[in-house]
Every structure is written in C-alpha cells, then in structure tokens.
C-alpha cells in the first residue's frame, strides 16, 4: 500500500527555518514526482515545490529563494528546506506523489499527483 508521511512542522518565528520530510512506503519514490502543497486557514490548497522524477524542481514564486526541494533516495525521503519564513507561509503542508511525466507547467497543480500525505502543520509566528 501506498503511503506518504509528512514530518518537520512546528511553530517558528518569523526569519526562521524548518526542514520538512516526506518519506514514501509501499513504492520507491525516487521513481515519483513528489509535490510539496500547504494550505492556509480559509484558503484554498496552492502548490509549493516541486521536484520531478527526472530532477526538474519548480517553485512557486512566493517561495523562490527561500525555499529548497530535494531528495534522498537512500531514505526513499523527499525534504522542503524552508528558510526565511513569514507569517504568510503558515498552514497544513502536504506532500504528494505522482509516477507519470509531468510537464514543467502542471508540477504543482493538485490534480496531477494521485497519492498523498496526511499533513504536518507549520505556524510562523512571533
């Protein structure tokens, strides 16, 4: 069975770092597209990060330069390096992963991943 799990969140003051990790069982994820995805209070979910299969990364613009995405496929573990926080970046993250070939421009659309995670809050916050 097919299973992502999330870790990493916490509260944090504004200016700082959390690491977040998405690790898979049931498949390998080096084989997947893996999306990072967050969700504040009274908004809807709106792609992050993103690192294809095939090492394309993609951030959304509201993250570019302080965020980072990559993979350990040792640990079957996808991480989001999240620097410079603001309070703007607190919500549910989620991660998600999908095996299909994804174009550059749908990699943090929600409908293109098939699997996903249960979610780990992050609250930025004085």
């Known amino acids: 069975q097919l299973q992502l799990v999330e870790s990493g969140g916490g509260l944090v003051q504004p200016g700082g770092s959390l690491r977040l990790s998405c690790a898979a069982s049931g498949f390998t994820l080096g084989y997947y597209n893996v999306g990072w995805f967050r969700q504040a209070p009274g908004k809807e979910r709106e792609g992050v990060s993103s690192?294809?299969?095939?090492?394309?990364?993609v951030h959304a613009d509201s993250v570019k330069g302080r965020f980072t995405v990559s993979r350990d496929n040792t640990k079957n573990t996808v991480y989001l390096q999240m620097n410079g926080l603001k309070p703007e970046d607190t919500g549910v993250y989620y991660c998600?992963?999908?095996?299909?070939?994804?174009?550059?421009?749908?990699?943090?659309?929600?409908?293109?991943?098939?699997?996903w995670g249960q979610g780990t809050q992050v609250t930025v916050s004085s």
């Open positions: 998600a992963a999908d095996p299909r070939y994804l174009r550059n421009d749908i990699l943090l659309k929600q409908t293109s991943y098939n699997s």
């Open positions: 690192i294809s299969n095939n090492g394309r990364i």
